[in-house]
């Protein structure tokens, strides 16, 4: 076994500590048999965890799982409160996502966009009046042709950064999806 197999299987088998020791072995059991197929299919085990996502954000999200199942078996009081503090604690981390978080990372990344037109437009404007402001015009223009690059590379950095941020929210959507009844299945028999 890698070490990024042990390393995904014993952080997802802490986030679930406190469930039923069975249901943590067969989680730990499905997710092992996650790295066998990968690993038969030719998949390095560090591409099968990077696909499987977060182990602790599967925790939570298979925790809730837990909880909806033990409620669906037997509904007590008490195992409808702890559903429903389950998936309260969820929705709080997936507010602070989606209301703080996304706005904040959306106003970072629109204000480097313009930062950049600018930085690119101030080297563009360098190399052409560079002379007319009393520099050497090879001077102006490296110290242009600087700044253009500059803006280049960080539209390049703010374009990965963009598929990194998508990629993460699909990751995370995709998570909670499973959670979800599925369009014309009533919430008895959502999985």
């Not at 009081?77 to 602070?96: C, D, E, S």
């Not at 909670?176 to 959502?190: E, K, V």
Request: aromatic share 8%.
């Amino acid at each position: 076994m890698g070490e990024a197999r042990l390393t995904f299987l014993a952080t997802l088998r802490a986030g679930l500590r406190g469930a039923p020791p069975a249901a943590i072995d067969d989680v730990i059991a499905d997710y092992a048999s996650h790295f066998e197929v990968g690993a038969a299919r030719g998949r390095s085990e560090e591409d099968i965890a990077v696909a499987l996502g977060d182990p602790l954000a599967l925790a939570d999200e298979l925790r809730v799982e837990m909880r909806i199942d033990r409620w669906k078996a037997a509904p007590t009081p008490g195992a409808a409160a702890r559903l429903i503090g389950a998936v309260i604690g969820l929705g709080a981390i997936n507010t602070l996502l989606a209301f703080i978080m996304l706005p904040v990372l959306c106003l970072m990344f629109f204000s480097s966009f313009l930062a950049d037109i600018l930085i690119f437009g101030v080297g563009a404007w360098f190399m052409i009046a560079g002379p007319s402001l009393g520099f050497e015009r090879p001077a102006s223009l490296l110290a242009g042709a600087g700044l253009v690059f500059a803006a280049i590379t960080i539209a390049a950095l703010l374009g990965l950064l963009s598929i990194g941020l998508v990629g993460g929210l699909g990751r995370h959507a995709r998570l909670h999806y499973r959670l979800l009844p599925r369009p014309g299945q009533s919430m008895d028999t959502a999985p």
